[in-house]
């Protein structure tokens, strides 16, 4: 189901914003779905409802079994509903026995100054993170070339050090015995 999409003009007075996440077992075919999808569409319209937008997220795995289901195909639905037929929306959604699970959550509304000040908040934090990253990688590679200049200063010992250095040793574990 391709995303859908509707705009508000007014609003009344005693309507929430809502959002309903449900999910329909996957006993059922994409083409069987639509009937599912649209009854509910059908519901929160005739108790006054306007749909705001639609969307079908597909088939996921569930987290875990429900009702002997391991997959489910979600859905999102956003709307305004007067707030006392919510229940009525919620029992409906419940007593249906093709919807697995549901969620009606209450959604608010942000003006557009919350919406740019979102916006800019979140370009400034990708560019402190960015920048941040960019630090990380100098000093990664700062911290790379003193170690490969040690392992060059590292001077050569001969073989006749060695044993001489081996011999001291040798001769000092000898007089502890």
């Given at each position: 189901m391709p995303k859908k999409e509707t705009v508000t003009?007014?609003?009344?007075?005693?309507?929430?914003?809502?959002e309903l996440v449900y999910l329909i077992a996957n006993k059922f075919s994409e083409n069987e779905l639509e009937p599912i999808t649209s009854a509910v569409v059908k519901f929160i319209k005739?108790?006054?409802?306007?749909?705001?937008?639609e969307e079908a997220w597909g088939k996921q795995k569930l987290a875990y079994p429900i009702k002997g289901f391991f997959h489910a195909y979600y859905f999102l639905i956003e709307f305004d509903l007067p707030r006392e037929n919510i229940n009525k929306l919620n029992n409906y959604l419940r007593l249906?026995?093709?919807?697995?699970?549901?969620?009606?959550?209450?959604?608010?509304?942000?003006s557009a100054e919350e919406i740019a000040n979102e916006k800019r908040a979140t370009q400034k934090m990708a560019e402190?993170?960015?920048k941040a990253m960019e630090e990380r990688e100098g000093r990664?590679?700062?911290?790379?070339a003193?170690?490969?200049?040690?392992?060059?200063?590292?001077?050569?010992?001969?073989?006749?050090?060695l044993d001489e250095k081996l011999n001291?040793?040798?001769d000092d574990t000898e007089s502890l015995l």
């Open positions: 003009e007014a609003k009344e007075p005693n309507t929430q914003r809502y005739d108790q006054g409802g306007l749909i705001i937008q249906n026995e093709d919807i697995l699970r549901h969620l009606v959550t209450q959604k608010r509304i942000k402190e993170q960015a990664v590679v700062k911290h790379k003193p170690a490969e200049t040690k392992e060059k200063e590292t001077k050569k010992v001969s073989i006749e050090e001291k040793i040798l």
